[in-house]
């Protein structure tokens, strides 16, 4: 149980990694707010650079600060390192054991041309053995993107569950311009807040983004022309294309599986309803045909189910139908008064959402399987929550004061992370799925 | 229940206190531009703390030109273009009845009139469900207005849900959030 709690510290807290070396254009600032663990230790060395060059991106550091921060290691600090091999044949095991390190890592980076060759081994010191070695080639502006890999890489190996060191975000941020006026933007960053980038603002709220499944698109809803409309923006090229703009809600936006549908709410046949619309050709079927309130749609990952909030009996409550139409909604949700806005886990076997109890929303994670139901923050007003890509944490955004901050939580409800924009409220976080 | 009547009675309280809120806005820039800033107050939950509203920000100093004089008199129900509502309610309050009555009445007596009702909600909760929750308060408006014989083709309506608050950050302020904003265009 201790283990599996610092595992999944890891990968939360890994998030904090790069917080202190390479911040320099990270509006997102990362603050540890509940129980970081610790366990295996860790010697990362300075790699080998390049012969008269100054890299300037310190490879080692990034990896120590990926790991350091992620509750599961122990990072050695460089002055207790008493040699700095960089190459396997240079590895003295006794001494790395003498001073208490389960694991090593050392590299180098060589440059041919304009390419940079980065080289890792990873060691365990006791069995004496190498347990993972890895070239990756970059050029200069890939080489902190590649010391992400290398992080990934070494927590795998180690902890068994994939890292998130590679991973962005998206998010919606919403501040007050120079005039007073409000401006909302939504951004994508890497998953530390670094390079932060808006891919869309308007002075009109927007809102719901979600990533397409193989990440290159980013659906989302915007006000910008003075009604709801649904865009699907392309990463790449930054082309953006409104996909629905009916009479009413345009809302809710999420991507089937396969990438070729959206399942959407509009109300434009007088309320609102999920409706599975075609990107080809911009088609719709009608999916529900309650009177009540139905919204908030996602995708089981087999593509087969689809959940969404109703307030078909009453309060609202999460309910679960197939996607082709063929069957009746069951109502999934039975603990507190309201719950809305689930999605599920990678596995399809649980779902999380917001459940409000006598006014105070929280996340809360329910498994379809036994049907446990597990709350695991605070609230009092905790919204939009989603699976990390690993599965091992979730990301939401809740009040904190006045500020809107994003946060992440372990999926035993012991570690939460705050990431809080350095201006303006930010919200409605959504984790790209893993490359 | 208790905290929703101390919120209707804040509105009675506005009516009576409208008096001293115009002599504020003398004293100010608005009304030589023909804007027509009347202000309005609110209690929080409690009873105790009164909040400052203008309920009157959306009529733009164009829109007040164009609009009898009536929009701008707090003695009219007309100057009210605010409608509130229950928590997880799209269910008109009796108190708004007259409010939604007298902009029927004026917009059948002027068909060319357009307006837009724009439903907002509190913050609790979710956005997208909130959107669709707000947009239901502005279609029982709709729908009351349509009753009265107002035209459907001068009524629009959008739904910002939560996103677009106009009291910020405290529990009382919910309660000012949950609401339809009448806006003459």
């Known amino acids: 149980m201790i283990k599996l709690s610092k595992k999944i510290a890891v990968l939360l807290i890994s998030i904090t990694s790069l917080i202190y070396s390479h911040v320099v254009q990270a509006e997102l600032t990362i603050e540890i707010t509940e129980g970081v663990q610790s366990a295996y230790e860790i010697a990362v060395v300075p790699f080998a650079a390049p012969q008269g060059e100054q890299l300037a991106s310190d490879v080692a550091e990034i990896i120590a600060q990926d790991l350091a921060s992620c509750g599961y290691f122990n990072v050695l600090a460089r002055t207790a390192m008493l040699t700095h091999p960089t190459q396997p044949a240079q590895v003295k095991f006794r001494n790395w054991a003498a001073i208490g390190q389960d694991y090593l890592v050392i590299g180098s980076v060589t440059k041919d041309n304009n390419l940079y060759h980065l080289q890792m081994s990873l060691f365990d010191v006791y069995k004496k053995e190498q347990l993972k070695g890895l070239r990756i080639t970059v050029d200069a502006a ?29 998010y919606v941020t919403s501040l007050f311009d120079a005039n007073n006026k409000p401006l909302y933007k939504l951004q994508v960053a890497d998953y530390d807040g670094a390079n932060p980038t808006s891919i869309a603002q308007s002075k009109e709220p927007i809102m719901s983004p979600a990533w397409s499944p193989d990440g290159q698109k980013i659906a989302y809803v915007s006000f910008e022309n003075k009604v709801s409309e649904i865009f699907v923006q392309t990463l790449n090229t930054g082309e953006s294309k409104s996909v629905a703009k009916y009479k009413g809600i345009n809302g809710s936006p999420a991507w089937s599986p396969d990438g070729k549908r959206l399942a959407v709410t509009l109300s ?151 990431l809080q924009h350095a201006t303006g409220k930010v919200r409605e976080p959504a984790w790209a799925p893993a490359k | 229940m208790k905290i929703y009547i101390s919120i209707i009675s804040i509105f009675i309280m506005s009516l009576l206190l409208s008096g001293c809120s115009k002599d504020a806005v003398k004293d100010g820039s608005g009304l030589e531009d023909g804007s027509a800033v009347s202000e309005s107050y609110a209690y929080n939950a409690d009873g105790s703390k009164v909040t400052e509203l203008n309920l009157d920000k959306n009529l733009s100093a164009a829109e007040a030109l164009m609009l009898s004089p009536e929009f701008s008199d707090p003695s009219s129900p007309l100057s009210r273009r605010t409608i509130y509502f229950g928590y997880d309610s799209s269910q008109v309050l009796n108190e708004f009845i007259p409010v939604i009555e007298a902009h029927g009445q004026y917009l059948m007596n002027h ?36 009753l009265i014989g107002v035209m459907s083709n001068q009524i629009d309506i959008v739904s910002y849900g939560e996103e677009k608050p106009v009291a910020m950050g405290h529990n009382d302020d919910f309660a000012l959030n949950r609401r339809v904003e009448v806006v003459y265009k």
Request: aromatic letters at 6%; glycine letters at 8%.
């Open chain 2, 111 to 146: 068909p060319n009139q357009r307006i837009t009702l724009e439903g907002h909600s509190d913050e609790r909760g979710t956005r997208e469900y909130n959107i669709a929750l707000a947009e239901q308060r502005a279609k029982s408006v709709f729908k009351m207005l349509q």
């Open chain 1, 268 to 418: 434009k046949d007088g309320n609102s309803d999920i409706y599975i619309l075609t990107l080809a050709d911009l088609s719709l079927s009608k999916l529900t045909h309650s009177r009540a309130i139905d919204t908030e749609a996602d995708w089981s990952p087999d593509g087969r189910q689809i959940l969404f909030t109703s307030d078909r009996g009453r309060r609202p409550q999460i309910y679960m139908m197939p996607s082709n139409g063929q069957g009746r909604a069951k109502r999934l949700t039975f603990d507190g008064n309201y719950n809305a806005r689930g999605a599920f886990s990678a596995d399809g076997k649980s779902i999380v959402m917001v459940q409000g109890t006598q006014g105070n929303y929280r996340i809360a994670v329910l498994d379809l399987v036994s049907g446990a139901n597990t709350v695991l923050t605070d609230g009092p007003l905790d919204e939009s929550p989603s699976f990390a890509p690993n599965g091992q944490a979730i990301i939401y955004a809740r009040r904190k004061g006045d500020n809107e901050v994003l946060s992440t939580v372990s999926l035993d409800g012991q570690t939460k992370l705050d």
């Open chain 1, 142 to 170: 890939s080489l902190v993107m590649a010391a992400h890999h290398l992080s990934d890489a070494i927590s795998q190996r180690i902890t068994g569950i994939p890292g998130v060191f590679t991973t962005r975000i998206a």
